[in-house]
């Protein structure tokens, strides 16, 4: 087993890392409440100069793009963890949607939807974390765990509607979205119940609002 430790960072690689941590961090804040705002007072939350952002990234479409992949990456890991858990079907899928709603991921899709130009690799990422979802969603039906009718756009929108959840006070914030969470939850484990009005939006439906 190599047991091997990765050498420290440099002071000057270190700095660089905190500063793009820092300038991600900054831009979530400031995209989220406004994703007009100008990619200044993303350099001016961060505590950086606006030189030192622009050379991480060369427009502010480079940052959201960088935000968006971001979240998507955290989602897909989630969806991963819950595929490979050794808990029941249902306890895995309600552990994916709780660490979902904690992590935030669809409030940027939310707030910057239709706000740059996705890369055909967000869009593959996209597709893949789409694909994912289905196969846990495919497996919770089959355990008659959840719902016969729903499907992977609907999640998406519930976890939407959660994001949207959004009060002054952050713990209030985080405890509201749990609240409501454990009601969207409930709603999902009746598999006996009436069948739900209309049909689940379509991939277009989904992808036409990433449209500049």
Same mark, same amino acid.
């Given at each position: 087993? =190599?047991?091997?430790? *990765? *050498? *420290? ?9 905190? =500063? ?17 705002? *100008? ?20 427009? %502010? ?5 960088? !935000? ?31 660490? $979902? $709603? ?6 940027? /899709?939310?707030? !910057? ?6 890369? =055909? ?19 919770? %039906? ?12 609907? !999640? ?16 209030? /914030? ?10 969207? !939850? ?12 209309? /049909? ?13």
């Amino acid at each position: 087993m =190599n047991t091997s430790v *990765p *050498p *420290p960072l440099s002071g000057r690689r270190a700095e660089a890392a905190r =500063n793009d941590r820092r300038i991600l961090e900054a831009a979530r804040h400031v995209f989220i409440a406004d994703p007009e705002a *100008p990619i200044s007072a993303v350099a001016e939350r961060a505590g950086v100069g606006i030189s030192a952002l622009y050379r991480r990234y060369r427009s %502010k479409d480079d940052l959201l793009r960088r !935000l968006s992949g971001d979240g998507l990456a955290v989602y897909i890991a989630e969806v991963e963890r819950a595929l490979v858990s050794d808990a029941d079907v249902w306890s895995a899928f309600a552990e994916f949607m709780r660490r $979902v $709603v904690e992590a935030d991921t669809h409030a940027l /899709t939310l707030r !910057l939807a239709g706000a740059f130009t996705p890369t =055909n690799d967000l869009y593959e990422e996209s597709a893949r974390a789409s694909e994912l979802t289905r196969r846990l969603l495919d497996r919770a %039906k089959a355990e008659r765990a959840i719902r016969s009718d729903i499907e992977v756009t609907d !999640l998406s929108l519930l976890f939407e509607q959660l994001s949207a959840v959004r009060v002054r006070d952050q713990a209030r /914030t985080r405890q509201l979205r749990h609240r409501n969470l454990a009601l969207v !939850l409930a709603a999902l484990h009746l598999v006996d119940a009436p069948p739900l009005p209309g /049909t689940a939006p379509s991939w277009d439906e989904f992808s036409e609002r990433w449209d500049t």
